[in-house]
Structures are given as C-alpha cells and as structure tokens.
C-alpha cells in the first residue's frame, strides 16, 4: 500500500504547485500590482505612462479644437470681400505730400501747360502741343501724351521720383517719339506745389530749350 500512497502524495505535490503557478500567473496578468518589474513583465502601464496617455489625449483634443476653429475662420475671410480703396484722383497734392514722399498723391491724370512748343532744329518749323497729360499709378509710374497743332502725337513712359527739398521730378528716360517719325528731345522735368497743383520747369539738356508749364488734374 506505500507505493500507492507516494504516488498520491507525488500528484498532490504537483497539483499544489500547479495551482500555485495558476494563481501567480493570474497575479502577473493584474495591473492592480504597479510595481517597475512586474509592469515590465506583464505590459501593465506604470502611472507616469498613463498620465502621459492622458496628457496625450487632452493635447489632441485641444489640437482638434484648433483645425475647428482655424475652418471657421478661413470661411469668414473667405466670405469677406476685400477690395483695396484706391487713393483719390481728383485730390489737390500738397507741398507735404511732397515732402512725405507720398507719390500716391501723383495718382489719376494730370494736365500741363498748353502754351507749349518745339521747333525742328532742321527745318525750323515750330510746332504747339495744346495737349500734354500725364497719368500716373499708385507707384508714380506713367504715361505721358502730347498732342500737335500740325496733327502730330507724341506718347511715351513718364516715372516719378521725389527729390530733396518737397521737389517733384519727372523722368523721360529716353526722347519722346512722335506719329509724324520725328521726336522731342529728352526734357528733365522738376516740380514743386503750387495752389493745388504743381509748377514744373521743363530742360531740355542736348538744345538748352527751357520752359515753365503748369501742372493740374486734368478736368
């Protein structure tokens, strides 16, 4: 009978320890236990893990918010008309305009003194312009057209630039040409404020032809 009764005593050794086994695998697979170890055993999250989850997940809710209401925004800048208000161009320029360097002031049309001639240095004919305008953008770029007694028109770019003290100046960059074939030499143009308007002095560097011509908005 002692034979027997080892192997029951065997059996029951080993079911213990199977048991035992069973209950420590079973506390390894708890997460109650937050010890470094165990956590590393059994992928349990430690505390500082989960509050870096939850700081995680408020960031992407915050970040969420953000993209609503960035959306929201767009549609209320996309809903919106923007249109730039041009400057006036009619509004008199003033010596401080000038001063100021302000060439939007130069914006619209403008009109110079019709009194103004030219004379071909070959033939000596003399030709007046009753017509001279110039117009002019937000930057002082324009164009200048001026229209002859004999039917003749000349046109070419005109650019702004202010010059020390309240000084306007008006360069041709180049002679003017004409429908007719001919040209008007290249003039140096410098201005000043005067009544709403400007007073320019007209040089002509290759003939020493000189002029002084009046500057209004053109009516």
């Not at 236990?33 to 992407?60: I, M």
């Not at 007046?128 to 305008?133: A, F, G, K, Q, V």
């Not at 960059?173 to 290249?186: E, K, P, T, V």
């Not at 308007?197 to 908005?217: D, I, K, N, Y």
């Amino acid at each position: 009978m002692t034979p027997v009764l080892k192997v029951f005593s065997i059996l029951g050794a080993a079911v213990l320890v199977a048991a035992s086994g069973a209950a420590g695998y079973a506390a390894l697979q708890s997460c109650a236990v937050r010890s470094d170890f165990l956590s590393a055993l059994n992928g349990c999250p430690t505390e500082a893990e989960l509050a870096l989850q939850a700081e995680l997940v408020a960031l992407e809710a915050r970040r969420a918010g953000l993209r609503a209401e960035i959306l929201r925004n767009e549609r209320v800048l996309a809903a919106r008309q923007c249109d730039a208000i041009p400057p006036s161009s009619t509004a008199p320029i003033t010596r401080m305009a000038l001063e100021g360097g302000d060439l939007e002031a130069l914006y619209g049309c403008w009109s110079l003194g019709s009194s103004y001639r030219t004379r071909d240095v070959d033939t000596g004919k003399v030709i007046s312009y009753p017509t001279w305008s110039m117009c002019f953008d937000t930057q002082g770029r324009g164009k200048q057209i001026m229209q002859g007694d004999d039917g003749s028109t000349c046109e070419g770019p005109v650019e702004a630039r202010i010059d020390s003290p309240a000084r306007l100046i008006l360069g041709e960059g180049g002679n003017l040409a004409c429908s007719d074939g001919g040209y008007i030499h290249r003039r140096d143009i410098a201005c000043v404020a005067a009544g709403g308007g400007l007073s320019c002095a007209t040089l002509q560097p290759e003939t020493e032809g000189q002029a002084e011509v009046p500057f209004t908005r053109w009516q």
